[in-house]
């Protein structure tokens, strides 16, 4: 099928490439030149694992296509995909503007039937919203569906060719039958439902993952206090299955282009609605206090933080991707320069996106060992897999006392780091 996708972000362009892959012939649309340019060269402007592959082959079987004219290739396309930012704003409400601009732009350009797929993660009621905008310029036939997207930053790839489930929101059989069609080839569980329900399907699972990890970071908390290890704790309980092992990982809060946003977008889709959301709101506040506890375990080990040298390992949101959005790294970095202290910080990927939103103060470095020189605490703030492997007996050489070592993601043994000399303090693993 000729599909159109707009947007070629971390969404968009997997799901482009992906399509490519399961058969489809893809356009993918950008207004950022810059962006489809590099695309066009065959460069990838993000680091996603195994997507540059599959982008290089479907464009190479010219199954995927670049644009930066939506009006341009709209013509042929039976779908068009919007995958477009839906960015936090101020009151914690997505903002929707990228979205509505690409659907005025359809509106003025569609001449016959179509299915518009809102694949951005978008507040219950914005598919009724695209309709009434398209139907501003356009009077004939076309459908409005939701189909958000589970991807997780890092293996999106294989997120999108295998998922848990898709999920397909439509209120006519035409545009659901069109959507079953082009996940045909996807022999994974679909389910259709309303618009509705699929709008609210994708903040309802955010906002519990996000609540999983708040809860696990209040039993960390506890387990500081009475003396447990909350590794031990979370293996014990991800082990009923009921409840699973998965998102019970303790350690300085949630980040990302996604949860912070969603979690904050359905808080204030239950308050405009008359609703209050109690249960969001704690879940909301413990990931808050969560990156701040980093804070005051330094300033406890270290009496002060004005203009102590302290490293940061780490920038990303998490590992495997150089995504830094709401990364709980940058957002320690940003207070702890403001304290005073003078960082230093290494990051495999993301210290190229970091640099763009950050102001200064703070000194990147290509090699780990060269960022923590002269340190005096040591900050693990992501959990990337080459941290664990680091020589620690070199690092504890190169730390200036008082050799303080705090483990934001729980990445070490603590009896070890203890053992190696360092002030060690995890997340939660047992009376500090
Ligand atoms: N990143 C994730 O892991 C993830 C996972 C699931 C869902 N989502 C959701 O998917 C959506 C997209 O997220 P993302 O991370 O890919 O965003 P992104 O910011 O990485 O990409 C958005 C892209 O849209 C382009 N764009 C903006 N306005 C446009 C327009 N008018 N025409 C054409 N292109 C335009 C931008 O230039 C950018 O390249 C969001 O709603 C997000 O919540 C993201």
Known sequence: MNIIVVGTGYVGLVAGACLAKIGHQVT??????????????????????????????????????????????????KAIFIAVGTP????????????????????????????IVNKSTVPVGTGQEVTEIIAQD????????????????????????????IVIGANSNRARDLMLEIYEPLDFKKITVSVESAEMIKYASNAFLATKISFINEIANI?????????????????????????????????????PKDVNALNQIAGTSGYDFKLLKAVIEVNIKQRLLVIDKLEELLDKIKDEPIC?????????????????AVDI?????????????????????????????VKFFDDPYEAIK???????????????????????????????????????????????GFKYVGVGRGKL
């Open 138 to 165: 356009y009077q004939g036939d076309f459908d409005v569906v939701s189909n958000p997207e589970f991807l997780r930053e890092g293996c999106a790839v294989k997120d999108f060719l295998e998922p848990d489930r």
């Open 28 to 77: 993918c649309v950008d207004i950022d030149k810059k962006k489809i340019a590099r695309l066009k060269q065959g460069q990838i402007p993000i680091y996603e694992p195994g997507l540059s592959d599959v982008v290089k082959e479907e464009v190479a079987a010219g199954k995927l296509l670049f644009s930066t004219s939506l009006k341009d290739v709209l013509a042929k396309a």
């Open 312 to 328: 940061i390992l780490g920038l990303a949101f998490k590992a495997n991707t150089d995504d830094v959005r709401e990364s709980a």
């Open 88 to 115: 936090m704003r101020r009151d914690g409400k997505a903002d929707l503007q990228q979205v509505e601009t690409v659907a005025k732009e359809i509106g003025k350009n569609i001449k016959d039937y179509k299915v």
């Open 374 to 420: 002269g340190a005096k605490a040591l900050v693990i703030a992501t959990e990337w897999p080459e941290f664990e492997k680091l020589d620690y007996k070199k690092i504890f050489g190169l730390l200036e006392d008082p050799k303080v070592l705090i483990d934001g993601r729980n990445l070490l043994d603590p009896d070890e780091m203890r053992k190696l």
């Open 223 to 259: 387990c500081d206090i009475v003396g447990a290890d909350v590794e031990d704790v979370a293996r014990g309980m991800g082990l009923d299955n009921r409840i699973g092992p998965k998102f019970l990982k303790a350690g300085i809060g949630y980040g990302g282009s996604c949860f």
């Open 333 to 361: 970095i940003r207070t702890l320069t403001g304290l005073g202290a003078s960082i230093s910080t290494y990051d495999p990927e993301a210290a190229e996106q970091a640099k763009n939103i950050m102001n200064g103060g």
